[in-house]
């Protein structure tokens, strides 16, 4: 069974496997119809044995399926610091916006700022990415018919400090009143945001004789994607800045299935909790590549 990458929209995107093959290749001949010829990905993804081919050789094809099986597929690559969509198929309404989220999502847990793609002038691709957020850079002579190159610019992931304009968001996350957050500065929290929206928080107080993290909580399609170890770095740096030796943490589900990565990094599970040892294992800042 392919890794699953995500749910988005009622659908289970996944990585491609070879016996996808036919399927995929059929939901991409309906979608792109005429249209094959001037998108030579779509068209080499449109035979099922080329398309099996690309999935087994490690290129970045995914399917999205629904209840009546795989009704999208798409594929991605990295490219000059930006995301490129190779080919976006759907069948079902919802299922390309599924796919391209998935892949902007990818992208962004790389650190990549853009995804771009080639469509063909005029066509129902054109309108559909205009919606999502793309726009035109850049004009090219396709083999059958002009292509567009669309861009959209990533929101980018960041940990920072909690702002008193994150109030409503940081309430719904940690079930506290809003005026806790809105009326005073929180030293010692931090919210994961993607751009403008939070999408978790994390913190880090004294109790009594040592540091504790509250958290990291994160938003369901947020997690497992290296957010909670970040947040987690961010919350023992500012014990460490504030003469904390060790900080503890709750092994919660969340942080549970990263206990060897946690490991790695000084965390040492000890029954229903993470302890870090600050001074033999000090907090360094990092960004999420």
């Given at each position: 069974m392919a890794p699953t990458v995500g749910h988005s929209s009622g659908f289970i995107v996944r990585a491609a496997e070879p016996a996808d093959a036919p399927t995929a290749a059929s939901?991409?001949?309906?979608?792109?119809?005429?249209?094959?010829?001037?998108?030579?990905a779509a068209a080499e993804a449109a035979d099922a044995e080329r398309l099996a081919m690309l999935i087994q050789t490690g290129a970045a094809v995914l399917v999205a399926e629904g209840q009546s099986g795989i009704v999208g597929a798409a594929s991605w690559r990295e490219d000059d610091g930006a995301a490129w969509i190779e080919f976006a198929a759907s069948v079902q309404p919802r299922a390309g916006r599924a796919l391209v989220r998935t892949i902007e999502r990818r992208a962004q847990d790389r650190g990549l700022r853009f995804a771009r793609v080639a469509v063909v002038e005029g066509s129902r691709a054109q309108a559909a990415f205009a919606f999502w957020g793309y726009t035109p850079v850049a004009r090219r002579e396709g083999v059958a018919r002009p292509l567009l190159v669309l861009e959209r610019r990533l929101?980018?992931?960041?940990?920072?400090?909690?702002?008193?304009?994150?109030?409503?968001?940081?309430?719904?996350l940690t079930g506290r009143d809003a005026w806790f957050f809105a009326e005073l500065a929180r030293p010692g929290w931090y919210a994961a945001a993607d751009g403008e929206r939070v999408v978790g928080v994390v913190w880090a107080e004294r109790r009594e004789a040592d540091w504790?993290?509250?958290?990291?909580?994160?938003l369901e399609e947020y997690r497992g994607r290296g957010l909670e170890r970040w947040m987690l770095e961010r919350a023992a740096q500012y014990a460490a800045m504030h003469g904390a030796q060790r900080i503890v943490a709750a092994a919660s589900p969340l942080l549970i299935p990263l206990a060897r990565e946690l490991e790695e990094r000084g965390w040492q599970r000890e029954g229903d909790r993470f302890v870090?040892?600050?001074?033999?294992?000090?907090?360094l800042l990092e960004t999420l590549v």
């Open positions: 939901v991409v001949r309906e979608a792109y119809g005429d249209l094959l010829e001037s998108c030579p929101p980018l992931l960041t940990v920072r400090e909690v702002r008193r304009a994150d109030a409503e968001a940081l309430a719904s504790r993290v509250g958290g990291p909580l994160l870090r040892d600050l001074i033999a294992f000090p907090p």
